[in-house]
T-cell receptor, first 110, second 111 residues
Framework: GENVEQHPSTLSVQEGDSAVIKCTYS??????FPWYKQELGKGPQLIID?????GEKKDQRIAVTLNKTAKHFSLHITETQPEDSAVYFC?????????FGTGTSLTVIP | DAGITQSPRHKVTETGTPVTLRCHQT?????MYWYRQDPGHGLRLIHY???????DKGEVSDGYSVSRSKTEDFLLTLESATSSQTSVYFC??????????FGPGTRLTVL
C-alpha cells in the first residue's frame, strides 16, 4: 500500500515568517493530495488540495506544490499568524482510500 | 463539518465490553470512513463503506466491525474493547469522489 512520510514533526516560526511542511509518497498511482489543519479537540479540516495534473496551487497565504517525478509535495504558509498554530496533516489518495502523514505541529510565536 | 455528527463524543468503558460508535451524515454521500488517531501514527483507516451494506477493511481493522443499513448512518463496533483501542475515532465522508471531510471525533477510553 501507500506510505506517506511527513517532515518536520514540529515547527516553530515567528509571526510573519513562512512555514514549509514536506511530504513524500510511495505509490505512483496516487493522484490526489489534500492537506488538513487540525485544531485541538476538533476534526481535521481540509485547507487545500492538489491533483496530479497540476504542479502548484495557491489560496491566499497557503500554497501547495507537487513534484510527481520525485513523489513529494509541500505546504507553504506565508505571513504566518498565531491562528495558524495547529497540527497539519498531508495525505495521498489513489481512488477512495486515503493515506495520511503523521502530522506537523506548527507553533507561530507572536 | 459537512453535516457530519458523531455520537457519543466521549466514552469511557471497561475491557471486554462491546462499544458502538455512530456516524451520521445529512447529505447522502456514498463513501463513509472510520479512522483512528493516535500520537505518532496520524490517521489510520479502520473500515470504509461505499454504499448501503457495502463495506471494506482498512489497514487497522482487527477487532472492529462496521455496518451501514442506511445511507446516512455508519456504525463502528468494538466487539470486545481492549486498552489498545483507546483512541480518538473520526468519521469522514467523501464528496465528489475524493475530497474528504471529517466529523468532530469520539474520544474513547478503555480501562
Amino acid at each position: 500500500g501507500e506510505n506517506v512520510e511527513q517532515h518536520p514533526s514540529t515547527l516553530s516560526v515567528q509571526e510573519g515568517d513562512s512555514a514549509v511542511i514536506k511530504c513524500t509518497y510511495s505509490d505512483s498511482a496516487s493522484n490526489y493530495f489534500p492537506w488538513y489543519k487540525q485544531e485541538l479537540g476538533k476534526g481535521p479540516q481540509l485547507i487545500i488540495d492538489i491533483r496530479s495534473n497540476v504542479g502548484e496551487k495557491k489560496d491566499q497565504r497557503i500554497a501547495v506544490t507537487l513534484n510527481k517525478t520525485a513523489k513529494h509535495f509541500s505546504l507553504h504558509i506565508t505571513e504566518t499568524q498565531p491562528e495558524d498554530s495547529a497540527v497539519y496533516f498531508c495525505a495521498a489518495s489513489a481512488g477512495n482510500q486515503f493515506y495520511f502523514g503523521t502530522g506537523t505541529s506548527l507553533t507561530v510565536i507572536p | 463539518d459537512a453535516g457530519i455528527t458523531q455520537s457519543p463524543r466521549h466514552k469511557v468503558t471497561e475491557t471486554g465490553t462491546p462499544v458502538t460508535l455512530r456516524c451520521h451524515q445529512t447529505e447522502n454521500h456514498r463513501y463513509m470512513y472510520w479512522y483512528r488517531q493516535d500520537p505518532g501514527h496520524g490517521l489510520r483507516l479502520i473500515h470504509y463503506s461505499y454504499g448501503v451494506k457495502d463495506t471494506d477493511k482498512g489497514e487497522v481493522s482487527d477487532g472492529y466491525s462496521v455496518s451501514r443499513s442506511k445511507t446516512e448512518d455508519f456504525l463502528l463496533t468494538l466487539e470486545s474493547a481492549t486498552s489498545s483501542q483507546t483512541s480518538v475515532y473520526f468519521c469522514a465522508i467523501s464528496v465528489r469522489d475524493d475530497e474528504q471531510f471529517f466529523g468532530p471525533g469520539t474520544r474513547l477510553t478503555v480501562l
